[in-house]
């Protein structure tokens, strides 16, 4: 016998504490179900802090938990717009895509559940700033950026920014991208100024513009269909039927490839053997000629396919990234790849100083891998390390787990009693339940 197809009317019989009951063991075997009912409770207010506390944890967590996290965020983003909440949650909005957009260009996996939801985050943010209006300059600026400056994802479509936009931050971005058609030969960039342009002049109405732009395209059947429909939907029904039978005669032959320039003899070096000097080696290069932005998201694709397989390749991406200004995303390929032990030392103590939370895991590996060693001088480099711990807890805000975890350390070895003299000398106060043995006589 099957199951009824519609179980709601089965659902509407039961009291509240059975629905309360089975909404919470399915969410327990659901993550994204659990943080989403999690945000749902704690955003009734309108606070979206609790929103902004998932993302902080979320970078840290595998792809799937990360995801989970993310997909509840948008899902509490999407609520409030739909009840028209009064809360300005275009910020929210708008680390969202950031976010995903970062650990998107670590991971180089753009065709995943991730990559829908970076679409999704772009949607609420225009949605959000429809709602909410922020600086339309600043929204320009920030539009800009990623087009000309981002991994190459997302892709912005002025439409949905239009009326958050206006005509103050039209202007601002039409100005950008006609300095760039100026100033710029063949190359990323130019290629993204020619998509906003023709973007700009659809959002703005101008159809002699959009129809010279598309015109000059080379020929293809969607880019004619497209001129024909801008023609049909401007009442320009008699240059619609002449383009239409000018495209059905038209050469589609494509022109014959160019020489090879630097950069692709660059790439073909770093193709075999993709390391930091090859990595540099074509930066140069593709920065000069202006395709730098689509070679780095290439390489650093092949760089985490490598690091993916042995420590010493996980070492060669984060220095890469290191070299290339992006020290955040070296981090996290240490955090995601498992580099050497040291390289996770060093950008360790780099992180410390703005993300107190982040390298406690790291300091805790050095301090038992010190004990290990069974040595005064490395018992004596522990201490100094749990006095680092002690410091990274109280300014992340969680003392009570750098007591505990003090406990679990002192009770495990606490017949080592030079470690132990050595932390009370550092001044760390032991805990109370542990009394270390007496040194022998």
């Not at 991971?107 to 339309?136: F, I, K, N, Q, T």
């Not at 320039?261 to 000097?277: H, I, L, Q, V, Y």
């Not at 050497?340 to 360790?348: H, M, N, T």
Request: some cysteine; charged content about 35%.
């Amino acid at each position: 016998m099957s199951p009824p197809s519609d179980l709601r009317p089965y659902l509407r019989t039961l009291d509240a504490e059975t629905l309360a009951d089975l909404l919470h063991a399915q969410a327990e075997r659901d993550p994204e179900l659990w943080h989403s009912l999690e945000l749902r409770a704690a955003t009734q207010s309108g606070d979206v802090s609790e929103a902004h506390r998932l993302l902080d944890t979320a970078v840290t967590d595998g792809n799937g938990e990360y995801t989970a996290k993310v997909g509840a965020v948008l899902d509490t983003l999407r609520r409030m717009l739909d009840a028209g909440s009064r809360a300005d949650l275009a910020p929210l909005a708008r680390r969202t895509v950031d976010d995903i957009s970062e650990v998107l260009e670590q991971s180089g996996d753009h065709a995943g559940d991730l990559g829908d939801r970076l679409d999704r985050a772009v949607e609420l943010y225009a949605r959000a700033c429809a709602a909410r209006p922020p600086d339309p300059e600043k929204l320009a600026d920030w539009i800009l950026e990623v087009e000309f400056d981002g991994p190459g994802r997302p892709s912005i479509d002025l439409a949905g920014f239009a009326t958050a936009l206006g005509e103050t931050g039209l202007r601002r971005i039409k100005s950008t991208v006609d300095d760039v058609l100026t100033a710029s030969g063949p190359g990323h960039r130019r290629d993204v100024a020619e998509r906003l342009r023709e973007q700009l002049a659809e959002v703005l109405g101008d159809v002699d513009e959009l129809v010279a732009i598309l015109s000059a395209k080379p020929p293809r059947r969607d880019v004619s269909l497209k001129i024909v429909r801008v023609l049909r939907a401007a009442g320009r029904h008699s240059e619609a039927i002449a383009h239409a039978a000018r495209a059905l005669t038209h050469d589609k032959n494509p022109p014959p490839p160019g020489p090879e320039d630097e950069t692709s003899r660059r790439r073909k070096a770093f193709d075999a053997g993709p390391d930091r000097e090859t990595f540099a080696a074509l930066r140069e290069a593709a920065t000069a000629d202006g395709k730098w932005t689509t070679q780095r998201r290439a390489a650093l694709a092949r760089l985490r396919e490598l690091a993916a397989e042995s420590v010493g390749h996980a070492d060669e991406l984060a220095r890469v990234l290191l070299d290339d200004g992006r020290p955040d995303e070296a981090w996290r390929a240490c955090v995601r790849f498992g580099a050497s032990p040291e390289l996770k030392l060093e950008l360790a103590e780099q992180r410390a100083a703005e993300h107190p939370a982040e390298p406690i895991p790291v300091f805790r590996e050095h301090v038992e891998e010190l004990i290990e060693r069974k040595d005064p001088e490395a018992y004596r480099e522990a201490a100094r390390r749990l006095k680092l711990l002690r410091t990274l807890h109280k300014r992340a805000e969680t003392p009570d787990e750098f007591t505990a975890y003090l406990a679990t350390l002192v009770e495990t070895h606490r017949r080592k009693t030079r470690l132990i003299t050595e932390i009370r000398t550092a001044r760390i106060a032991l805990p109370k339940a542990v009394t270390p043995p007496r040194a022998p006589r």
